[in-house]
C-alpha cells in the first residue's frame, strides 16, 4: 500500500522511538509536529491477516528472477533526440489511512480577506497560501499543528479583488476569489461527514438580497451535473455529497450567478481512518 505522509530525516528515528520505547533528544519539536513517524506504512494491529494485493503480471520469484535476467539482456535504451517532460501515471493504488484533516475559512471585508487555517487532524501540516494576483510574491506558508489554527490577512487594492490558492497535504486545495467591494456577501465552509466518509458543505448568503448558487462538480464526478440553489438574504443551506464511487476523493466548485467575481473550490480527501485508495485524478 501507499502511504502519503510527510516524512523527513527524523522520520526513521521517530519510528524507532514508536517501536522501542526509546527518546532522541536531538528531534526538534518542529519536526516532532511536522513529520511522520512512518508507523502509518505498516499494519500492526492486524500484521498477518492483511491480504496483499495481487501483483500483474510475474508473481512467483523465479518469474522475477527470470524477467530481470532477460531484461538484462536487452540493449541500452537510446536517448530520444528531443526531449520532453515526463507524464504522471494515471490510476489509483492503495493508500494507508492518513493523519490528517484540515480547514480553511474565509472572512471578507471591505479592504481585507481573512483566512483561519484549522487541523483537527492527529499530525501536523503545512498550508501554502498563492496570492494568483501576484505570483511574483513568496507565498506564504502556515505550519499548524495537530489540535491547533492560525489566521491571518492579506490587503487588497482598490479595485477589491481577490485571488487566494490554498494547497496542503494530500491534494488538500482551497480557492477563494472575489471582490471585496461587491455587494454581493457569501461564504461557504466545507465540513467532513466522518463515519460515512462523505463530504458537505454550508453555503452562507450574507447579502441583503436573495442569490443563487451553481455547484458543479469537477476532477471525479460529472461536471454537466451542476446543481443549482437558491438561498434567501441572510440564510444558509447544507448539500451533502456521497463520495463512496471516488474512494473518499472531492472536489466542487461554487460560484453566484449574480456575481462573475465570486467563486469558491474546495478539493482533497475525507479521512476516516480506513484505508482508501490514492488520487484517481492524477495524471488525468
Known sequence: MTTILTVGDTSVLQFLE???GVKETNISPYRRAMLGDLTSAFNFKEPNNEVLPMLAGKKTRQDADTLRSNQEKLPQISVPANQVMPKQATGYQPSRALPYRLHTTAHVDS?????????TGT????????????????PRRY???AGKQLNDTWSVNTD????????????YHRHFVGNTLSKNKAEIRVCYDVANGNVYVDIMNQSATALTFIIT???Y???TKAMQVMIAAGKEQQVHWDLTDSGRWYDFEVTIKEDANWLRRFAGHVETGEHGITDPAMGL
Open 160 to 171: 477589491g479583488l481577490y485571488d487566494l490558492w490554498v494547497l496542503s497535504n494530500n491534494g
Open 221 to 223: 464526478f460529472d461536471s
Open 123 to 138: 499530525a501536523g501540516c503545512v498550508f501554502h497560501v498563492y496570492n494568483k494576483l501576484d505570483l511574483n510574491r513568496i
Open 217 to 219: 462538480p469537477k476532477a
Open 18 to 20: 514508536a517501536r522501542f
Open 143 to 145: 505550519a499548524v499543528e
Open 111 to 119: 479592504q481585507n480577506v481573512g483566512l483561519v487555517f484549522a487541523n
